[in-house]
């Protein structure tokens, strides 16, 4: 699914969307329409993937209410997953995207606890046997066709490579990353659109409210500039 091909799905669904739901879609097609001008800059085409996502699911909470994006971005899996149904999401997963899935689950460059371990974050020292019981897992996930619980693994590790690229935690281009966002970039390029197109399909369910939504500022008419009138002579 293409950027071309979701906005004229978009704009053919326009009138009937709810405005949450219209500002989210708008937004998030934007970005994967930038995401491909960029699809040879694999770091580049991360990023505006990214950024599609959570505009797609990013949720704007009410002050106290705390809950991580782990949570939300897991929501959103589930849901999108839910109302697919298995017809679309699994058989992308299990045929295009099974290689660089595979390729990020094994790369302990994307594994969280081994950056803790190697930063002297006390609690990290058996990093290697957090691994290895985190490739088991998606090894057994992978077995029983287990598409959420992939996803949710998959995601864990894209959101490592996200905060690398977005915090300057790498160099633009770099060789000794290339693997993982080549990786990153090419799942994020059949993902995003797919669940783009799934959230088209369902407007009705709930995708919470978006971050920052337009506001409409009036502007005060100003008087015309002229010259002041002067009050007439006395006498």
Not at 52 to 74: H, Q
Not at 207 to 231: F, H, L
């Amino acid at each position: 699914m293409t950027s071309p091909a979701l906005a004229k799905k978009y704009d053919g669904l326009l009138d009937g969307l709810p405005e949450n739901l219209r500002l989210r879609l708008g937004r998030a097609i934007s970005w994967v329409e930038r995401a491909e001008r960029d699809s040879s800059d694999f770091d580049a085409a991360f990023v505006f993937y990214w950024i599609a996502l959570n505009a797609a699911c990013a949720e704007d909470r009410p002050e106290g209410y705390e809950r991580t994006e782990a949570e939300v971005r897991n929501r959103f899996l589930g849901q999108v997953l839910q109302l697919d149904g298995g017809r679309r999401v699994q058989p992308v997963m299990w045929r295009r995207l099974s290689a660089p899935i595979r390729s990020l689950i094994g790369n302990r460059f994307v594994f969280q606890p081994y950056w803790k371990h190697h930063n002297l974050v006390p609690g990290h020292e058996d990093w290697e046997g957090l691994f290895q019981r985190s490739q088991e897992i998606a090894n057994n996930a992978l077995e029983r066709g287990d598409t959420l619980a992939i996803l949710r693994i998959v995601f864990d590790r894209l959101y490592v490579l996200r905060n690398q690229l977005l915090h300057g935690g790498s160099t633009y281009s770099a060789p000794p990353n290339r693997t993982q966002v080549q990786a990153g970039a090419l799942i994020m390029a059949f993902l995003v659109p797919l669940f783009i197109d799934l959230m088209l399909e369902h407007p009705h369910s709930d995708w919470g409210s978006p971050y920052y939504p337009p506001v409409v500022v009036e502007v005060e008419e100003e008087e015309p500039e002229g010259e002041e009138e002067s009050s007439p002579p006395s006498g």
